[in-house]
């Protein structure tokens, strides 16, 4: 399973981001996506993760303002990120879990101006 991460970038507090994230080879072994970020000096923590039949589960800094959504059809992930705060500021990660293994994709920088 290969999970490539999209739409990182820069945007003022308060600004909105999309991230996507595309999962391609044996993806029906997929049961769990999520997103996760890490700040420099820290470990990953978990943001958000969605199973394969919709249950969602946030982070308790990112309720409200976060909403994740799965496309089980064509295989994609999406984090719609409103009201940034410059906490939020981080590399994010997209993750799939399948019975076997974790797979993780190569990050995301967002970046969110005070």
């Known amino acids: 399973v290969q999970l490539v991460e999209s739409g990182g970038g820069l945007v003022q507090a308060g600004g909105s981001l999309r991230l996507s994230c595309a999962a391609s080879?044996?993806?029906?072994?997929?049961?769990?996506m999520g997103w996760y970020r890490r700040t420099p000096g820290k470990q990953r923590v978990l943001v958000a993760d969605i199973t394969s039949s919709g249950r969602t589960n946030y982070a308790d800094s990112v309720k409200g303002r976060f909403t994740i959504s799965r496309d089980n059809t064509n295989n994609t992930m999406d984090l719609q990120m409103n009201s940034l705060k410059p906490e939020d500021t981080a590399v994010y990660y997209c993750?799939?879990?399948?019975?076997?293994?974790?797979?993780w994709g190569q990050g995301t920088q967002v970046t969110v101006s005070s």
């Open positions: 080879g044996s993806t029906t072994s997929i049961n769990i």
């Open positions: 993750k799939g879990e399948s019975w076997v293994r974790d797979y």
